[in-house]
């Protein structure tokens, strides 16, 4: 069965210092990967997906298949990235399985 | 485009009604999702459609709930007879085609059951 995991349930860190959400996922083919964020008040939206390779407001992920692992990156944070944060895998045959998401708080 | 639109946005109802929860998905997206948020179990999958076919409901948690699309713009999740712990926030999400696409939420439906 296809599960993601999230270790960290609230991450904090100060403004201008790295950020690393972490996603790992297990999954005997190929996956694929998504990186959902929820701001305050906002609706849940897409931030980037591993296909795409591209970094959207600075966030990075790079998909790991020999660590099953998809982790969130920011060399710099800023307070507007403080949100819920929430790793997605899609196998094609079922829909999102998403990870239990990680709040991210980023602190003046 | 309004994107995905859900209502009501806020349901209380007592323990033994029938809920009723509405979602319109983006015009042109044929595939629709609907999620439920708790504390205890994150967000999961329920149902998903493809057009208008239920695909996978495999989540869906008991005979209690039941989830239709007799259209390609309209979805319902019935939840009867409601009970305390189905209190939850419901979401729907479409996709412009399958579930390898990007999904676009609505707001939620925050349900509580009394």
């Known amino acids: 069965a296809q599960r993601v995991t999230q270790p960290e349930k609230l991450l904090s860190v100060f403004k201008g210092a790295p950020v690393e959400l972490k996603c790992n996922y297990s999954y005997s083919g190929s996956p694929e990967l998504f990186w959902y964020v929820q701001y305050s008040r906002q609706r849940l939206q897409l931030l980037l997906r591993?296909?795409s390779r591209e970094s959207i407001k600075g966030f990075t992920a790079d998909l790991n298949k020999g660590e099953t692992s998809f982790h969130l990156k920011k060399p710099f944070a800023q307070e507007e990235d403080s949100a819920m944060y929430y790793c997605?895998?899609?196998?094609?045959?079922?829909?999102?399985?998403f990870g239990s998401g990680t709040r991210l708080q980023v602190q003046p | 485009d309004a994107g995905v639109i859900q209502s009501p946005r806020h349901e209380v109802t007592e323990m033994g009604q029938e809920v009723t929860l509405r979602c319109k998905p983006i015009s042109g997206h044929n595939s629709l999702f609907w999620y439920r948020q708790t504390m205890m179990r994150g967000l999961e999958l329920l149902i998903y459609f493809n057009n208008n076919v239920p695909i996978d409901d495999s989540g869906m948690p008991e005979d209690r709930f039941s989830a239709k699309m007799p259209n390609a713009s309209f979805s319902t999740l019935k939840i009867q007879p409601s009970e305390p712990r189905d209190s939850a926030v419901y979401f729907c999400?479409?996709?412009?085609?399958?579930?390898?696409?990007?999904?676009?939420f609505g707001p939620g439906t925050r349900l509580l059951v009394l």
């Open positions: 591993h296909i």
């Open positions: 997605a895998l899609s196998t094609g045959r079922r829909a999102l399985t």
């Open positions: 999400a479409s996709s412009l085609r399958g579930t390898g696409e990007t999904q676009y």
